[in-house]
């Protein structure tokens, strides 16, 4: 099940509860509500965590700038936003093709 359609059930549920006062929609309206705490857990900004959101983002910055260095741009930290992603959706078009 998605988000959304767990967002639908959430609302019949609650809108289902005000009309009813049924206890049985309570059980429903937990178990979304759960669904959507799970679903957006905060991210990691530890410096010590080894999950850290910021440290990964950096080494996966290095690991696709290395990649593009090996296929011949340079300077690949020095290029503007879209020229990165437009050299990197170039060379990932490309090896999909090969």
């Given at each position: 099940m998605n988000y959304l359609e767990k967002l639908k059930k959430y609302l019949k549920a609650q809108i289902n509860?005000?009309?009813?006062?049924d206890p049985a929609y309570i059980a429903e309206i937990i178990k979304c509500r759960d669904y959507f705490l799970e679903s957006s857990k905060p991210k990691s900004f530890n410096p010590f965590d080894k999950n850290n959101d910021l440290i990964r983002l950096e080494q996966e910055f290095e690991s696709m700038c290395a990649a593009l260095e090996e296929n011949g741009v340079k300077d690949a930290r020095e290029m503007m936003v879209y020229e990165f992603y437009s050299r990197v959706a170039y060379f990932e078009k490309k090896a999909k093709n090969q």
């Open positions: 509860f005000e009309l009813t006062q």
